[in-house]
C-alpha cells in the first residue's frame, strides 16, 4: 500500500523512543521519594531537637511541594501510556497529533486535582504518622522530665514507652523498627521477615505476632520503617545511659 509508508500508518510508528522517555520519567520518580525521604528526615530531626515550629512548616511545605510533583508526574506518565496504547490498537491510516492528545488526557487527569490526592500518597501520608508519633514521644519523655529526678529514675525501670520498644517476637528492644501498615504494629526488621519467609516457604499465611490481633496476613509490602519510634528508642537509651552514669 504506498500511501500507508508515506502517511504514517500506525503500524510502521516506532514507540521506542516514546517508551524509553517514559522509562526515564519513571526513574525521577524515584528522586522525587528520595526527596520526600530528606524532606521527611530532616522535619524528625527539627521536632527531636525542639528546634523552631516554622523550620517545621517549611518541611511540610517541601513535602506537599514533592506530592504534588509526583502526582503531576503520575498523570502524565498515565497520559502517554494511554495515547500510546490508543494507536497501538486503533492503528489509524493518519498518525494522530500525539502531542495534543497527551495533552487533553494530561489536563483531564489534572482537572480532577484535589488535597485529597495526598492522602494516597503513602510517603507523605507515613510522614505525618511519624511527625504525629515523635512528637508524642517527646512530649511524654518532657512532661516525665519535669516529675522530677526520682519520677524519671522510676520511669526508666518501666514505663509504657518502653514497652513499645519490645518486639513481639524477639521480645527484645528494637533496633529497626518497622511498623505494619494495615494493624499498626510494631516489629524487628529482620525478626519479622524471617517469619514472612518462612512461613511462606511452607505455603502459609503469617499472621500479626502481637497478641490479640487479628490480622493473619502479614506481607512484606505491609511493611514501612518507623523511623519515629526508632529515634524514640534512641533517645531513651541515650537518657538512661545518662542517668546511670
Do not use: W
Not at 521506542?16 to 530528606?38: P, R
Not at 487533553?104 to 489534572?110: I, M
Amino acid at each position: 500500500m504506498p500511501g500507508r509508508s508515506n502517511s504514517g500508518s500506525a503500524g510502521f510508528i516506532s514507540f521506542s523512543g516514546v517508551e524509553s522517555a517514559l522509562c526515564s520519567l519513571k526513574s525521577f520518580q524515584s528522586c522525587i521519594g528520595s526527596g520526600m525521604d530528606a524532606a521527611s528526615s530532616v522535619a524528625l530531626d527539627l521536632v527531636e531537637t525542639q528546634t523552631e515550629v516554622s523550620s517545621e512548616y517549611s518541611m511540610e511545605k517541601a513535602m506537599v511541594e514533592f506530592a504534588v510533583m509526583d502526582r503531576e508526574l503520575n498523570h502524565y506518565v498515565k497520559a502517554v501510556q494511554s495515547v500510546i496504547n490508543r494507536v497501538k490498537e486503533e492503528r489509524p491510516e493518519k498518525i494522530p497529533d500525539l502531542k495534543l492528545l497527551v495533552q487533553k488526557n494530561f489536563v483531564a487527569l489534572q482537572s480532577k486535582n484535589s488535597d485529597a490526592d495526598f492522602q494516597h500518597n503513602e510517603k507523605f501520608v507515613q510522614y505525618r504518622q511519624q511527625l504525629k508519633e515523635l512528637k508524642k514521644q517527646c512530649n511524654f519523655q518532657a512532661e516525665r522530665e519535669a516529675d522530677g529526678p526520682e519520677r524519671i529514675d522510676e520511669d526508666m525501670i518501666v514505663t509504657q514507652s518502653q514497652t513499645n520498644f519490645i518486639c513481639p517476637i524477639t521480645q527484645l528492644e528494637m533496633k529497626k523498627p518497622v511498623k505494619n501498615k494495615v494493624c499498626g504494629h510494631t516489629y524487628e526488621e529482620e525478626a519479622i521477615v524471617r517469619m514472612i519467609e518462612s512461613k511462606h516457604k511452607r505455603k502459609k499465611k503469617a499472621c500479626c505476632p502481637k497478641i490479640g490481633c487479628s490480622h493473619t496476613d502479614v506481607r512484606m509490602s505491609d511493611l514501612v520503617q518507623d523511623e519515629a519510634l526508632r529515634r524514640a528508642i534512641e533517645s531513651h537509651n541515650k537518657k538512661r545511659n545518662r542517668h546511670s552514669e
